[in-house]
């Protein structure tokens, strides 16, 4: 079952004195009556909310799990903290409605960018809470100025911009299923790995990259040489042309030749858009892999080589953050 996890993307305009432009335009949405977490992607181009489940219930409570949830690293390689670790809250006042987070002097440390869009992340968050209606930001009891001197002020739920001009990017999550060689090097090993990856990479590339890292299953092994670099992979009428660098003829002759090609074809064929496979060495299919496999020819499916004791692990990149649960709107 896939999941999506929705990326913000932000365009750093001129500064506001009441905030930043922050894109939001999203073609689909997170459940509207769930809590977000605002975390920054890896690129640091935006924010990616992840619904996440509160477990304090009195607004102190709150606050304090919220700001340590944001601090706090995500375990993900897709989005990290929002607020960095070098970063200390010192204390915090809420009166009638008024948020104002005290910050020590490191926080004038962050560049620019990241600046942005740890405050968007941490605005965005706490605003949700009905007993917030305005937030300001003090950084070594000074109230915050950006690179041009302003003040930027109280913050609240206008002040970040819709920017539809800017092109929406969302992380998916799903299950692969794919085949690594057995120990022996005589047939293949089931593995069930769980992943993310932007959604403007195609899930057969994404196929391919894991196919080319350690398998987590105890006793399987890469099949595919360590060597190989992949150059482009394209799908046409349920045909997946594979294009590999010279790497993939650097052979390790203790895995079968059939394994190394029946790892890459049974992988790809558990996408539903894909039945047959070719692979391409710089483009070309007018060659020989090892000595009986022709690279001129389409492979389908075929798991005549997966072991009767294979394994079947589950890998998860995610982490849950301390002080709550996580959760993602399954689709």
């Known amino acids: 079952m896939r999941k999506i996890l929705f990326v913000i993307k932000i365009a750093l305009v001129t500064v506001l004195a009441a905030g930043l432009l922050l894109g939001t335009g999203c073609q689909q949405k997170p459940d509207p009556n769930a809590f977000l977490v605002y975390y920054i992607n890896d690129d640091r181009t935006g924010l990616v909310p992840t619904e996440y489940e509160l477990q304090a219930t009195d607004i102190d409570a709150q606050i304090d799990e919220i700001l340590s949830v944001l601090a706090t690293d995500t375990g993900y390689v897709d989005f990290v903290q929002t607020i960095p670790s070098n970063v200390e809250l010192i204390r915090y006042q809420l009166s009638n409605g008024f948020l ?13 960018v990241n600046e942005v869009l740890c405050r968007a992340g941490v605005v965005q968050t706490l605003i949700q809470l009905k007993e917030i209606t305005n937030v300001a930001f003090y950084v070594d009891g000074d109230a915050l100025t950006v690179a041009n001197g302003e003040t930027v002020g109280v913050m609240n739920a206008d002040s970040f911009i819709d920017n539809p001009g800017e092109d929406m990017q969302y992380i998916q999550e799903r299950e692969l299923t794919l085949y690594f060689a057995s120990a022996d090097g005589k047939g293949l090993v089931k593995e069930v790995q769980r992943v993310h990856y932007n959604s403007n990479m ?28 992949l150059i482009n992979i394209s799908v046409l009428d349920s045909i997946c042309v ?67 004791e294979n394994a079947q692990v589950e890998v998860v990149d995610e982490a849950t ?8 709107r399954m689709e």
């Open 100 to 112: 104002k987070l005290y910050f020590s002097a490191s926080y004038s440390e962050m560049d620019e």
């Open 242 to 308: 594979v294009n590999f660098d010279d790497g993939f003829f650097t052979h390790n002759y203790d895995i079968a030749e059939e394994v190394v090609i029946y790892s890459i074809v049974n992988s790809l064929t558990e996408l539903d858009t894909i039945k047959t496979v070719q692979i391409s060495v710089n483009g070309e299919t007018n060659r020989v892999y090892r000595e009986k496999l022709s690279l001129a020819d389409q492979y389908t499916r075929d798991l005549s080589l997966v072991t009767e």
């Open 321 to 328: 953050p301390q002080g709550g649960v996580l959760t993602n």
């Open 202 to 229: 195609p899930v057969e590339k994404k196929v391919i990259e894991q196919l080319l890292k350690s398998p987590s299953t105890e006793g399987a092994q890469l099949a595919i040489p360590a060597e190989t670099k």
